[in-house]
């Protein structure tokens, strides 16, 4: 069945470092991929997302591409701030039936210190 | 106010109880979900409803159940709460017609059974 693993966490790093966050899947046909945050006491947001092989989501500093050599949709981004401190899960949706379910990854928590 | 909208935030129950967890959108979707999010695990779907007439089992449906009771809510009840039903519970969203399979989630109802 369809899966999703992300690297373990928790990442401490400190502010304006560079962030990679890796997410591999496994999956049947052509998923879409997401990243999903969610910042202390709060349910999750989408980050970002990408629908087909090779597309790039982008926001707020954060990007992920679509690998599907690879199966993966690794997160990263330039320079993080203190205000990035959160969880975030990796999820993708499987394209058959277009349920919209959502399978998770564990989710890496994240913390950057000033 | 919040689109998505979970009751209560915050619940302690004894082994044994009949508990609800209710949710109310106000966006208009027609597919609602119920995910659990324990750590490590990141969130595995319970129940999911894409109309009022059409529920289905998630992954982890044992010791659950759900009532659509208008297209805006969807509550999830525990017959029979048991401790390792302590957990996050989140409530979820989706459009059908937009293709897009983005899920927008409420806050969360953080269950303790003691």
């Known amino acids: 069945g369809n899966s999703v693993t992300q690297m373990e966490g928790p990442v401490t790093l400190s502010e304006e470092a560079f962030l990679t966050i890796n997410c591999t899947y496994t999956?049947?046909?052509?998923?879409?991929l997401f990243w999903y945050v969610q910042y202390p006491g709060e349910g999750l947001q989408l980050l970002l997302k990408a629908t087909k092989a090779d597309d790039k989501g982008s926001n707020k500093g954060f990007e992920a591409t679509y690998r599907k050599e690879t199966t993966s949709f690794h997160l990263e981004k330039g320079s993080v701030q203190v205000s990035d401190s959160a969880v975030y899960f990796c999820?993708?949706?499987?394209?058959?039936?277009?349920?919209?379910?959502?399978?998770f990854g564990q989710g890496t928590t994240l913390q950057v210190k000033p | 106010d919040a689109d998505v909208t979970q009751t209560p935030r915050n619940r302690i129950t004894k082994t044994g109880k009949r508990i609800m967890l209710e949710c109310s959108q106000t966006k208009g979707h027609d597919r609602m979900y119920w995910y659990r999010q324990d750590p490590g695990l990141g969130l595995r779907l319970i129940y999911y409803s894409f109309d009022v007439k059409d529920i289905n089992k998630g992954e982890i449906s044992d010791g659950y159940s759900v009532s659509r009771q208008a297209q805006a809510k969807f509550s999830l009840s525990l017959e029979s709460a048991i401790p390792n039903q302590t957990a996050l519970y989140f409530c979820a969203t989706s459009d059908s017609r937009t293709g897009d399979t983005e899920a927008f989630f409420g806050q969360g109802t953080r269950l303790t059974v003691v």
């Open positions: 999820a993708l949706s499987g394209r058959s039936g277009n349920t919209g379910k959502l399978i």
């Open positions: 999956a049947t046909g052509y998923p879409s």
